[in-house]
Nanobody, 110 residues
Framework: VQLQASGGGLVQAGGSLKLSCAASGTRFSLSALGWYRQAPGNQRELVATISSTYIPNYADSVRGRFTISRDNAKKMVYLQMNSLKPEDTAVYYC?????WGQGTLVTVSS
């Protein structure tokens, strides 16, 4: 299984970014998918998940600002991030089953 995350970058507070994660070698349509993040000095934490039946779940800190989605035909999972805050700064990782992507850095300036 290979996961390739992209879309990170530098954005001002209040701005938006969309992360993408491409998967290969997995039963993608049957899998729960997730985005996690890890800020310097912190543990990795859940940001959002989406089930195989398209049911999303969000951390309280991002609910209402972030949207997770999936495209089974393309084997892609997305994270639309709006109203970004400096505390959203972290390396964001996608997860499919027990496999992790390499991470993409999101930096939000104040």
């Amino acid at each position: 299984v290979q996961l390739q995350a992209s879309g990170g970058g530098l954005v001002q507070a209040g701005g938006s970014l969309k992360l993408s994660c491409a998967a290969s070698g997995t039963r993608f349509s049957l899998s729960a998918l997730g985005w996690y993040r890890q800020a310097p000095g912190n543990q990795r934490e859940l940001v959002a998940t989406i089930s195989s039946t398209y049911i999303p779940n969000y951390a309280d800190s991002v609910r209402g600002r972030f949207t997770i989605s999936r495209d089974n035909a393309k084997k892609m999972v997305y994270l639309q991030m709006n109203s970004l805050k400096p505390e959203d700064t972290a390396v964001y990782y996608c997860k499919v089953e027990t496999f992790w992507g390499q991470g993409t850095l999101v930096t939000v300036s104040s």
